[in-house]
């Protein structure tokens, strides 16, 4: 069969689509009936109460984005031109692009193995430098990737020894928990986002959780243009538009009611791909520590090529492709990214080489089993040993 034909006849898998619940539309209907299209309203609310309730945080504001809720955090802590920010160099770009927006340093710290997170030793490191220069950084930017918690006991620890301020990017970790406690519900301020890749979707969106009310209205200030309390339109601060709108809102809601079951799907998926590819040699799945429980968001494995016969991570994502079956490298670290050349970084090689090694597999909790075994057929092939004659 060409390739071509091959590729036609085998439906795309994808890294992870948005899988609905069938509630969603009750939610957007009433919005609809009674009017309510606008970025507030009864879902909104709902959706912030069920996003405290679930995760254990005292207040919430449902927002336009995650990244949306990362910049106004970094505006509620002060972050202004010339600040120090500290943050996880292995993450997506959203996680540092709000320091540039306000004009701050990103300053990237390294990841350590166990979680693939930020290192809390070379986190130590790079207060002390900055502490030591009279530069305290203003906040530290905190990712549990791929669902998996940081080491909150260490990293809370070092930012409680200076009084810096944890802002904590729990995009991929709803219902993710460390020592039985929810991510998001750690920093003094946390941020979730309902993407349409993440574990939940409103197809856009996220919200921004604190214990600190103050904080909480105050983002909702802000996200709504920073209207003074007045008949007409006043403004004494600079505002943004990013609330959530009531209709993506709704959708929040009906996804909110599955989301256990959307972890149990994707730690299902992980343990399947364990259970038959963890024996190759070389692989190496994202370890969980002790009281960690992970979502799963996605499922990820690092494989050294020359335990694994020369086979590297490009090597399987290429076949996979080839089977229409999408795939993805790990993060690529910020401080390796081309706008973020300049800026400086904290340890040594632990996110490159995961960058380097790592593979994110289809991971949606609309998989079926059917779908995995293919992944799963697909990576096993390249490991075959060739048949002679
Ligand atoms: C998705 C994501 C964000 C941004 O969320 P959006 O809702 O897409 O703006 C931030 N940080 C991390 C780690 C993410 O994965």
Request: hydrophobic residues 40%.
């Given at each position: 069969?060409?390739?071509?034909?091959?590729?036609?006849?085998?439906?795309k898998i994808w890294l992870?689509?948005?899988?609905?619940?069938?509630?969603?539309?009750?939610?957007?209907?009433?919005?609809?009936?009674?009017?309510?299209?606008?970025?507030?309203?009864?879902?909104?609310?709902?959706?912030?109460?069920?996003?405290?309730?679930?995760?254990?945080?005292?207040?919430?504001?449902?927002?336009?984005?995650?990244?949306?809720?990362?910049?106004?955090?970094?505006?509620?802590?002060?972050?202004?031109?010339?600040?120090?920010?500290?943050?996880?160099?292995?993450?997506?770009?959203?996680?540092?692009?709000?320091?540039?927006?306000?004009?701050?340093?990103?300053?990237?710290?390294?990841?350590?193995?166990?979680?693939?997170?930020?290192?809390?030793?070379?986190?130590?490191?790079?207060?002390?430098?900055?502490?030591?220069?009279?530069?305290?950084?203003?906040?530290?930017?905190?990712?549990?990737?791929?669902?998996?918690?940081?080491?909150?006991?260490?990293?809370?620890?070092?930012?409680?020894?200076?009084?810096?301020?944890?802002?904590?990017?729990?995009?991929?970790?709803?219902?993710?928990?460390?020592?039985?406690?929810?991510?998001?519900?750690?920093?003094?301020?946390?941020?979730?986002?309902?993407?349409?890749?993440?574990?939940?979707?409103?197809?856009?969106?996220?919200?921004?959780?604190?214990?600190?009310?103050?904080?909480?209205?105050?983002?909702?200030?802000?996200?709504?243009?920073?209207?003074?309390?007045?008949?007409?339109?006043?403004?004494?601060?600079?505002?943004?538009?990013?609330?959530?709108?009531?209709?993506?809102?709704?959708?929040?809601?009906?996804?909110?009611?599955?989301?256990?079951?959307?972890?149990?799907?994707?730690?299902?998926?992980?343990?399947?791909?364990?259970?038959?590819?963890?024996?190759?040699?070389?692989?190496?799945?994202?370890?969980?520590?002790?009281?960690?429980?992970?979502?799963?968001?996605?499922?990820?494995?690092?494989?050294?090529?020359?335990?694994?016969?020369?086979?590297?991570?490009?090597?399987?994502?290429?076949?996979l492709e080839?089977?229409n079956i999408e795939s993805r490298?790990?993060?690529?670290?910020?401080?390796?990214?081309?706008?973020?050349?300049?800026?400086?970084?904290?340890?040594?090689?632990?996110?490159?080489?995961?960058?380097?090694?790592?593979?994110?597999?289809p991971?949606?909790?609309?998989?079926?089993?059917?779908?995995?075994?293919?992944?799963?057929?697909?990576?096993?092939?390249?490991?075959?040993?060739?048949?002679?004659?």
């Amino acid at each position: 069969m060409l390739y071509a034909e091959l590729k036609m006849t085998k439906p795309k898998i994808w890294l992870s689509s948005p899988h609905l619940s069938g509630r969603e539309q009750v939610f957007v209907n009433e919005a609809f009936d009674n009017n309510w299209v606008a970025p507030l309203g009864p879902n909104v609310d709902g959706l912030e109460r069920d996003l405290c309730a679930y995760v254990g945080a005292g207040h919430a504001a449902a927002l336009s984005s995650g990244t949306a809720g990362l910049h106004l955090a970094l505006v509620m802590l002060g972050v202004g031109r010339g600040d120090v920010v500290l943050c996880q160099s292995f993450t997506f770009s959203a996680s540092a692009n709000p320091i540039a927006y306000q004009g701050a340093t990103p300053v990237f710290i390294d990841s350590e193995p166990q979680t693939w997170n930020i290192c809390p030793e070379a986190l130590e490191t790079a207060i002390k430098f900055y502490v030591a220069k009279g530069q305290k950084p203003k906040a530290v930017m905190a990712v549990h990737l791929y669902g998996m918690p940081a080491q909150m006991n260490e990293i809370m620890a070092v930012c409680a020894r200076y009084e810096i301020p944890i802002v904590e990017d729990a995009a991929e970790a709803l219902g993710a928990s460390y020592g039985g406690q929810k991510m998001g519900s750690f920093g003094k301020i946390g941020v979730l986002s309902f993407n349409g890749n993440k574990i939940i979707t409103t197809s856009g969106g996220g919200a921004l959780l604190s214990d600190d009310e103050s904080l909480v209205q105050k983002a909702r200030f802000l996200a709504t243009q920073a209207r003074d309390a007045a008949p007409h339109y006043q403004h004494s601060e600079i505002g943004y538009n990013y609330r959530m709108s009531n209709i993506c809102a709704g959708i929040g809601r009906g996804q909110m009611g599955v989301i256990d079951a959307r972890v149990a799907a994707r730690r299902a998926n992980f343990d399947f791909y364990q259970r038959n590819l963890g024996h190759i040699d070389g692989l190496v799945f994202q370890p969980q520590a002790e009281g960690s429980f992970s979502n799963r968001w996605l499922s990820c494995f690092t494989l050294d090529a020359t335990q694994a016969g020369g086979v590297g991570r490009e090597s399987i994502r290429l076949a996979l492709e080839a089977q229409n079956i999408e795939s993805r490298p790990l993060w690529k670290p910020m401080h390796l990214q081309p706008i973020f050349a300049d800026a400086p970084f904290f340890g040594g090689r632990v996110c490159e080489q995961l960058f380097e090694n790592g593979l994110c597999l289809p991971s949606g909790s609309n998989l079926e089993v059917s779908d995995l075994q293919r992944v799963v057929d697909g990576i096993q092939a390249i490991f075959m040993p060739v048949a002679s004659n």
